[in-house]
């Protein structure tokens, strides 16, 4: 079995074999934008859903505390807990991470106003969610539209929300995945990801050097960052 380690490293890193390689690439380019423009040396951050902790590199020296909640126990995890009944003060944190994780929550809004509580003044919220993305786990709930995020984060004083991948992209990444999934024998699937799959990922990245939309509307994934205000 991979170690956290290792499948942390492969989701901030993925290899071109992977059918989410064109989301994972550009999540981590999103998110390393934003923790550069972070302002702090002795960031305190909470990572919901932290049992791999991929984004945490990106944040270099300037952590001074890193907690991660989850609800199943792992050598990363500092505190096992609902990620809507965390066990912890207002205000305590410079910033608070949710990657993947408001879809499977029930109450995904009153999630994000304890986040705003939980963030000092100034403090900000990063989190990716699936928009336009077929169901990984019976236990999701919830899918996401910008103008849904928007209402959702409204104690936030500022909202930034940008599609992980355009729509052609995106359809290129849900084709992928889709051709993954459903290959019948483990063996075939190796042999796919050693050759159509890396191809298609290949073809999306021309896409994107090319320039060919700015639409959104079949956008896989939103990051989106939450500032509170001060």
């Known amino acids: 079995m991979e170690s956290l380690a290792q499948i942390a490293e492969r989701r901030l890193y993925p290899p071109i074999t992977d059918p989410s390689y064109l989301l994972l690439r550009a999540r981590r380019r999103i998110f390393a934008a934003w923790a550069g423009r972070l302002h702090g040396e002795r960031l305190v951050v909470l990572d919901i859903g932290g049992r791999y902790q991929p984004y945490r590199s990106l944040f270099g020296d300037r952590i001074h505390r890193y907690i991660g909640v989850d609800m199943l126990r792992t050598e990363f995890v500092s505190v096992v807990a609902d990620g809507q009944a965390l066990p912890f003060a207002p205000q305590t944190f410079d910033v608070v991470i949710a990657t993947q994780v408001l879809e499977y929550l029930r109450d995904p809004v009153a999630a994000a106003h304890q986040i705003n509580a939980l963030l000092k003044p100034g403090g900000i919220f990063l989190a990716s969610v699936a928009s336009c993305a077929p169901r990984f786990v019976d236990e999701e709930r919830w899918r996401f539209l910008p103008a849904g995020l928007r209402t959702m984060l409204e104690p936030f004083s500022t909202v930034e929300i940008i599609a992980e991948l355009d729509s052609l992209r995106s359809m290129i990444r849900t084709v992928n995945l889709a051709l993954d999934t459903f290959v019948k024998y483990n063996s075939a699937r190796r042999i796919y990801r050693l050759s159509m799959c890396p191809l298609?990922?290949?073809?999306?990245?021309?896409?994107?050097?090319?320039?060919?939309?700015?639409?959104?509307?079949?956008?896989?994934n939103f990051s989106v960052r939450a500032v509170k205000g001060t």
């Open 200 to 220: 298609l990922n290949l073809i999306g990245l021309g896409f994107e050097r090319l320039h060919l939309t700015s639409n959104d509307r079949f956008a896989a």
